[in-house]
């Protein structure tokens, strides 16, 4: 059965930073495609930043460029979404997708909330 599971979620203050995590269990993770997407309240779902495999590129939204990093450990089959200078506009719940070859698998979601 495959399991990404989130976590690292929180309340933040304003430029403040936090670390996303999404662990894979059940896929050869190695393979996948690894994306964060958010989605906040009343709006459609926002792909944030991506893992791309075979190549090995990045890629992010302009709103997390220059903001947010995503890495990734192929050997803790873990996704990582390092975030800084936040601020109010990117509270919502983050979710990390995997994909490969038709495949495609969600997290249930880890909330991220930006608040003085």
């Known amino acids: 059965q495959v399991q990404l599971v989130e976590s690292g979620g929180g309340l933040v203050q304003p430029g403040g930073s936090l670390t996303l995590s999404c662990t894979a269990s059940?896929?050869?993770?190695?393979?996948?495609?690894m994306k964060w997407y958010r989605q906040a309240p009343g709006k459609e779902r926002e792909l944030v930043a991506t893992s791309t495999r075979p190549s090995g590129s990045t890629s992010y939204a302009d709103s997390a460029k220059g903001r947010f990093t995503i890495s990734r450990d192929d050997v803790a089959d873990t996704v990582y979404l390092q975030m800084s200078s936040l601020k109010l506009e990117d509270t919502a719940e983050y979710f990390c997708n995997a994909g490969w070859r038709g495949f495609d698998y969600w997290g249930q979601g880890t909330q991220v909330t930006v608040s003085s």
């Open positions: 059940g896929i050869n993770f190695k393979f996948y495609t």
